[in-house]
């Protein structure tokens, strides 16, 4: 069962199902237990070491593993590690010495943050959302074959930017449920059940995209994505695959309203870009069709743009949108002081509105470039 109340409602309801087992209400599951708990904050008192430890312990008991493709009955093998981001032809291109440099959540003294780490190629991108058989299967025609601008292959793309999203999701879910598990009083915080019904709605969000593209790749039909294509004559120095919703368009008018009070569903986009072997760059954006209404013009005019101004608008979306994005270690180390902590603070920007105002008062958002690299 759906909530289908106000998002800004930041108490969880008698007669709303509860957190913990949605088939029962919460006057008559948890409500009573989330009064008498006095348990104290956790980690109180702890080293920052120590937070990061239990966060990142805490985060990693939601994993979990699960086969996204469309026909669960033909699963076999093991749910592996797949790779959102192909290991053979896009990691293989952008990392040095079998490594990478992503974004790492950290809490420091001022909060949560992230910070620019190194990683493992073979741990970059990596997410249990597809079983041994379905990980080769159903992506080789983007996996053997190079981008031929094939609707299939953009369908594909696509579609493996909202699995890698849609298993995020609904791990933050479980993490949110995992700590009114543990602290049941916090049910009754509206901070927390903010964050509870956030999670709800993505992984509702996310589900309803996820069965169109279970019934377009049913029948065989893969014209409900609409994606523009751009092939930059040059490789650059990182790769990114993600889905989100946009808020702005290019104007700056809002589209999605995500801080709105309603309801509504928030449409995602769908992001690939990633160098190829050949030395050129693949740009791969796309939306599906149902939400014409909300992205058709908002694409219409990213598609009137020429490769310099396109490049200077997605440095900013990716910076501000994704997370799952790495980046060629040399790249990282050639950006000035300056650069790699505008690189760093106008990443964690999107979650904190004071950093971004004290990066454009200093003048220093955004003063890198993504698409423009030394070699
Ligand atoms: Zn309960
Ligand atoms: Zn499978």
Known sequence: MIYTGNNRNLTIEPYEPCPCHLDKKFKFCCYQKAKKDTSAPMAKGFSLGRVNHL???????????????????????????????????????????????????????????????????NDASTFFGFCDFHDTELFKPIELFDYTGDIQQKF?????????????????????????????????DPQFVYMYRVAMSDVNDHQIEYELFKQGFQNGDYTGVRTIHRELQYGVKFAACSSFTVRYDINGKVMNDTFSTKNDRMPSIFLNIYPTPQGTTNILISYLNIDSEVYQNYFNSLDALD?????????????????????????????????????????????NVLERASLLAEGNYYKFDLFNLAP
Do not use: W
């Open 55 to 121: 966060i990142r312990e805490f985060y990693a008991a939601t994993d979990f593993r699960t086969c996204f493709a469309f026909e669960n009955n033909q699963c076999s093998g093991p749910i592996k590690n797949a790779h959102s981001l192909q290991n053979n032809r896009i990691l293989n291109v952008i990392c040095e010495n079998g490594h990478l440099y992503y974004f790492k959540p950290e809490v420091v003294d001022s909060g949560p943050t992230s910070v620019i780490k190194k990683i493992g190629k």
């Open 156 to 188: 594909l793309f696509a579609f493996r930017a909202l699995a890698v999203e849609m298993h995020k999701k609904l791990r933050q879910l479980e993490n949110v449920k995992r700590m009114f598990a543990q602290r049941p009083r916090i049910m009754l």
């Open 307 to 351: 490769d310099q101004k396109l490049t200077k608008y997605l440095n900013y979306l990716v910076i501000e949108n994704t997370e799952n994005v790495f980046f060629t270690p040399s790249y990282i180390e050639s950006l000035s002081e300056n650069e790699r902590k505008s690189f760093e603070r106008s990443y964690n920007s999107s979650m």
